[in-house]
């Protein structure tokens, strides 16, 4: 019933298929080439994790449950290790490869599947505008990472080196492959953002076939659609994640930008996300601006001003 549908351009859509979905909280939301541990004891999950290894080659929708239901759009998961542990269940690592639409729910107990059709995203045939947006991103977490060790600086928790500060965004510095494993929680946000959008680049299997218009042009080289895409997710995966220590007294992390992760999630237009990315961050400078005022300080711009990065209705076309 779903196969041969074409969209609104008269484009065939991607084979709806039938998937296990695997049921979580919304706020643990995964985006492009994020990873998540489980461990899978219920019964339930069990079949589920064999039906997903055996008939759909360890694939598995990442179901999103909110108060209204279970959310349309869900990060599509590959299972990339697991361990089979006699007495306690099975230690499962998935990462996020790509996106689905949830067209129907097909079966709900002992575990659900539903009918799924993969999503890509549109890509402007004129990539000039979102290299721009692109551009004010990597500026804004270089402003954001100079503001954050400031404040660490006056209020005594300059724990983040200032060499890192120094960072650039050029093509090498993305495609650079250290062997450092950098501990996460010691990253600044710029470094954080680097490591997502490296991630995010090695996980995308979406097909382009946007060519570079200005390959040749002796200005700024002009990001590719594949990289573009990557910094449009890693703008939303290198958010600083702060310890919640509640009762249980174990250390938690929540990320502070779930419904922009979700809002990411449903987007399908690379324009638009980046766009909201652009926004979110203005609004976490602004942010930071009031963290800095509480302190007594003001941040001292270098250069050219940082108030010209454009909202997202700025730059509709």
């Known amino acids: 019933a779903y196969n041969d549908e074409y969209d609104v351009n008269g484009n065939l859509l991607p084979v709806a298929r039938e998937m296990c979905v695997l049921p979580f909280p919304y706020e643990d939301v995964l985006l492009q080439g994020e990873t998540k541990e489980l461990r899978l004891y219920e019964d339930r999950f069990i079949k589920l994790f064999d039906e997903c290894m055996s008939k ?56 659900i599947k539903a009918i799924c059709r993969e999503l890509t995203d549109t890509i402007p045939p ?53 062997d450092e494993e950098d501990d996460e929680d010691d990253l600044d946000r710029s470094a954080l953002f680097r490591e997502a959008f490296k991630v995010a680049k ?32 890693a703008a939303f995966s290198s958010y600083p994640k702060h310890n919640d220590e509640e009762s249980s007294g174990r250390n938690s992390y929540r990320d502070e930008n779930i419904n922009y992760r979700i809002q990411a999630l449903d987007i399908d237009d690379l324009f638009e996300r980046l766009k909201l990315a652009s926004y979110m961050l203005r609004e976490e400078k602004a942010e930071m601006q009031a963290k800095l005022a509480l302190a007594g300080l003001k941040y001292i711009k270098g250069g050219e001003s940082d108030d010209e990065s454009p909202s997202p209705s700025d730059l509709d076309d």
């Not at 946007?210 to 700024?220: D, R």
């Not at 590719?224 to 449009?232: N, R, V």
């Open 202 to 233: 090695a996980t995308d299997t979406q097909g382009y076939t946007v060519s570079s218009s200005l390959q040749n042009s002796p200005q700024e080289k002009e990001r590719s659609a594949q990289d573009l895409t990557a910094i449009s997710w």
């Open 126 to 178: 004129n990539l000039d505008l979102p290299n721009m947006v692109a551009g004010n991103i990597e500026n804004f977490m270089l402003l954001l990472s100079s503001m954050q060790f400031q404040l660490n600086e006056a209020t005594g928790d300059a724990s983040q080196s200032s060499s890192s500060l120094l960072n650039t965004y050029d093509e090498d510095e993305y495609d650079d492959d250290d």
């Open 56 to 111: 759909h080659c360890g694939v598995v929708a990442m179901g999103l449950l909110a108060e209204s239901g279970i959310i349309q759009t869900a990060p599509l998961c590959e299972i990339e290790a697991y361990n089979r542990m006699e007495g306690f269940g099975i230690f499962v690592t998935i990462r996020v490869v790509g996106r689905v639409s949830l067209l129907e729910l097909t079966q709900q107990e002992p575990y």
